[in-house]
C-alpha cells in the first residue's frame, strides 16, 4: 500500500479513536470490518500506531491531572516505506524519550512507537501555520547525526548506518 493512502487511514482511525467515545479496541475493530481490503501488515501498523498514540495521550492526561504537563497534544503522523530501516528502538515509552525528527525546523520528539510505515511525531510547540500535511521531516541529517539517532535508540552508529535501506542516498567522503 501507498504510504499516502496508508497515511489516510491512520488519520481517519486516529481520529475515530481519540474521540474516545467507545473503547478503542472497538473502534479498530468496527475501522477494519469496514475496510476489509487492508492487508494484514497495514492492519498491524494501524493498530500500533494507534495504540502507541492512545498509550500517549493517557501519558498526557495522567500528566495534565497531576499538574505536570498538559492534556491537549498535537501530533503529526509520517509514513514512509516499510524497508526504509528507521530502527524500532528509537521508539518513546513512558520510560524513556525516543528519538526526535526536524519539523519546520525544529526538534520535535517522536510520540510513542516507530511502527512498520508510520510514526507519530508530537509537533504541539510549533505554530499551526508551521505544520502542514506535505511537508519534510528530517530523522537523520545535519540537524540530527548518526550518533545522535543511536544514543536515543540504545546502539551504536554503525547499526543506525547499516540498518538504512537502499532507498537512501550515500555520500562516502575520505
Known amino acids: ?18 474521540q474516545l467515545k467507545q473503547p478503542a479496541d472497538g473502534v479498530v475493530s468496527d475501522y477494519f470490518r469496514a475496510h476489509r481490503t ?11 500506531t494507534t495504540y502507541a498514540v492512545l498509550r500517549k495521550r493517557l501519558l498526557w492526561q495522567h500528566l495534565a491531572q497531576s499538574g505536570k504537563g498538559e492534556l491537549e497534544r498535537r501530533l503529526a503522523v509520517l509514513a514512509w516505506q516499510g524497508n526504509d530501516g528507521f530502527l524500532r528502538a528509537a521508539s518513546a515509552s513512558d520510560g524513556k524519550p525516543g528519538a526526535e525528527a526536524i519539523v519546520a525546523g525544529q526538534r520535535c ?12 511525531i508530537d509537533v504541539t ?16 541529517g545535519p540537524e540530527i547525526g548518526v550518533d ?4 536515543r535508540a540504545g546502539t ?3 547499526e543506525v548506518l547499516t540498518s538504512l535501506g537502499r532507498r537512501y542516498r550515500r555520500i562516502y567522503r575520505g
Not at 40 to 47: K, P
Not at 111 to 118: E, F, P
Open 109 to 120: 520528539p517522536l510520540a510513542g512507537r516507530v511502527s512498520m510505515d508510520l510514526v507519530a
Open 38 to 48: 487492508l492487508g494484514s501488515r497495514e492492519r498491524h501498523t494501524l493498530a500500533e
Open 156 to 158: 551504536i552508529g554503525y
Open 125 to 140: 510547540d510549533l505554530a499551526d501555520a508551521e505544520v502542514k500535511r506535505g511537508d519534510l521531516v528530517n530523522l537523520l
Open 1 to 18: 500500500m501507498h504510504p499516502n493512502a496508508l497515511l489516510e487511514h491512520a488519520t481517519e482511525l486516529l481520529h475515530r479513536v481519540l
Open 148 to 151: 545522535d539517532l543511536a544514543t
